[in-house]
């Protein structure tokens, strides 16, 4: 899957994050800003990784902004941002295939 444009997903509320993805040619390049960052950065780093690779997803940058999410809230804001950055929540989310 490929980042088309430019797309959100997720609040600044407390326990959750805020994910924006924009198209790039040199890899992933990702930036992380939470609150608990001391705690658990690695962790954060590795879940939004793991699901960018997931999708499929080899170019692009990400940011995160976290506010205490968990790591099934980082999947899914990540896996949001990216279909709608191509368009795929529009045509239906692919439950059950690309999404585990």
Partial sequence: MQIEKNAVAGTL???DAMVTV????NG???DIS???MNQYG???KATVLETLGRLGVTDGRVTVVDKGALDCTLKARVE???FR???KSAAGIPWGGVVK
């Fill in 13 to 15: 509320e407390s326990s």
């Fill in 22 to 25: 924009e198209p790039g040619t």
């Fill in 28 to 30: 992933i390049e990702l």
């Fill in 34 to 36: 939470s609150s608990v």
């Fill in 42 to 44: 690695r962790q954060i």
């Fill in 80 to 82: 949001c941002a990216v």
């Fill in 85 to 87: 950055s191509c368009d």
